[in-house]
């Protein structure tokens, strides 16, 4: 690859550049529903008012998304802003391979298919049930079955895995509607059986991340795999019954269940069987494919592991080749920003709790989870409990590690992330929210102070939005919906406002202004860091927010 070249009009401040990733906080459009605007954010009101300060999209096409009406989320935001480029993504790769019928052509799904008929088995189907787009689509997991029974599939087995995260928070019976509808229409002619067999809140089995609780992991393979857990005659009665028996509860929470028929399990995975685990994002379905794949599992006791095919719908680690088998290629991200700034010597730290962790390190580096050679990384452990518990989150940590890695003077380019905005906005305890979105203010005020100090610059910006959309909008009205109390109903889904693009140089030594940038996007960030660090950014990259000199 090409080298970075320095730029003649500025060689860079005295201290660091520090990138910081304010995880779901953008600009809300709704008074009452933008919690970034009523949380107290003194640091940030100086900095919009005082600071270089501009708006940036982080949603849709800006983000390689299929379509402006999609929502940013974190695994796309942080490829985008770590490449400086858009890259097509998993929704828009996936729709693709299924319309043009290339991931039915793919040996993968041809053995995966054959596999079944010559064991006259079952194909398994896991993964996120909405059509929120972030990590699933349930109009993919429609095409795959389409497909099965056209290419001689007699039994298929899904194991739902419920949203409410991605989509509105209890809509989850719509989505059984909808797919009540499609199975009978598959069954119809009685050559075929396929049916719901388990499934639970993707928060409480099978979908954890960055290793933060393997117990989900367990919970979900006792109910996918073994068939183990509480019994309900249909998906349907299922969660009807968990919300009675706890009002209030959200679908992401919802407790594991176990679909029987004539009073067995209907659908454990055995031996001979095909499984597909259909979410295209990584972070989430990494730990599954490892209690499916790996030989040696010291995670938990999965007992005797099935011998069966396994595919994810994507690869999920470039780095590691996880998994093994995948339907769809994912984006080919290549020349980071991370990697030209090593190939520049350029010293580099990257940190952040464990539930963003992999987001400023393996997705703002492509999807690849080795580090460069100018990088340091550090991971907080986050704490294992209900967020809104503890809406804090380990801000304060990871400001006080950055100050600390600031005035040490070691690196020159320091990214972090600060998961708050985003992790408590997806629980939609108002209150909890605005707690969390001022500790992430207060991070950001202490670290003003070591910037200034050191003679750095600090640019803040967010991937995406959520606490400034916290609740659910009236699309004929476009008012806030309220419940039977009377009070605003909770949206607990990523926003598609913009977000801040924030430029803080205190020493003013950068002389920086705002350019002239047409349709501005988080992958504008890279640019403009590398500006900032005193570097001509490469020419295919978008373009700085940002001159100097």
């Known amino acids: 690859m090409e080298t970075l070249q320095k730029n003649g009009a500025f060689s860079g401040p005295q201290g660091p550049v520090v990138l910081v990733v304010m995880d779901g906080v953008g600009i809300g459009k709704h008074p009452d529903s933008d919690y970034v605007r009523i949380a107290d954010t003194p640091n940030l009101d100086w900095l919009r008012e005082h600071a270089l300060y501009t708006e940036v999209k982080a949603h849709g096409k800006a983000v390689g998304l299929p379509d402006d009406s999609d929502m940013g989320n974190s695994e796309v935001g942080h490829n985008a802003i770590g490449c400086g480029r858009v890259f097509d993504q998993g929704a828009a790769l996936v729709n693709n391979a299924i319309s043009t019928g290339s991931m039915f052509e793919d040996e993968i799904w041809k053995e995966l298919v054959a596999n079944v008929i010559a064991n006259q088995s079952s194909l398994h189907f896991i993964g996120l049930f909405s059509d929120g787009n972030v990590h699933s689509h349930i109009s993919h997991l429609e095409a795959m079955l389409s497909r099965a029974k056209a290419e001689g599939v007699k039994k298929a087995r899904i194991h739902p895995l419920i949203d409410g995260r991605d989509v509105p928070p209890t809509s989850a019976l719509t989505y059984v509607e909808q797919f009540e509808e499609f199975l009978d229409g598959i069954n119809a002619d009685g050559s075929v059986d396929f049916c719901v067999a388990s499934g639970g809140g993707r928060m409480n089995i099978t979908m954890d991340r960055y290793n933060a609780d393997w117990s ?224 992430v203010d207060e991070g950001v005020g202490r670290l003003m102070e070591a910037v200034k100090k050191a003679g750095g610059i600090m640019v803040c910006s967010a991937d995406h939005g959520n606490s400034d959309d916290m609740c659910e909008i009236d699309k004929k009205t476009g008012k806030l919906k309220l419940d039977d109390e009377g009070k605003y109903k909770p949206k607990t889904a990523h926003s598609l406002n913009p977000v801040p693009a924030i430029i803080y140089d205190p020493s003013g030594t950068a002389n920086a202004r705002l350019a002239q940038v047409q349709s501005a996007g988080i992958a504008n960030l890279a640019a403009t860091c590398i500006m900032l660090l005193g570097y001509q950014p490469p020419e295919d990259y978008t373009p700085s927010l940002v001159e100097v000199g």
């Open 216 to 439: 989900m992991v367990e919970r979900g393979w006792k109910t996918h795999v073994k068939g183990e857990g509480r019994r309900f005659p249909t998906m349907r009665e299922a969660i009807e019954t968990f919300r009675k028996e706890s009002p209030g509860i959200l679908d992401q929470d919802l407790p594991a269940f176990v679909i029987e028929r004539d009073g067995s399990p209907v659908g454990p995975v055995r031996d001979g069987d095909s499984v597909i685990f259909f979410n295209f994002r990584g972070d989430r379905s990494l730990e599954i494919t490892k209690a499916f794949e790996a030989d040696e599992l010291t995670e938990f006791d999965r007992g005797a592991k099935p011998d069966v095919l396994y595919a994810g719908m994507m690869q999920y680690d470039g780095d590691l080749c996880v998994p093994e088998k995948y339907l769809v290629s994912p984006p080919q991200i290549d020349r980071t920003m991370s990697e030209y700034l090593s190939n520049a010597g350029v010293t580099q730290f990257a940190i952040s709790e464990t539930q963003k962790f992999g987001h400023v390190t393996y997705f703002f580096n492509g999807n690849n989870s080795g580090k460069f050679e100018t990088e340091t990384w550090q991971e907080i452990p986050s704490d294992v409990c209900p967020f809104e518990d503890a809406p804090r989150m380990k801000a304060d940590e990871i400001t006080n590690a950055v100050i600390s890695a600031i005035e040490n003077g070691e690196y020159r380019f320091i990214r972090l992330n600060y998961p708050n905005g985003d992790m408590v906005g997806h629980t939609g305890v108002f209150d909890a929210v605005k707690v969390a979105v001022e500790a």
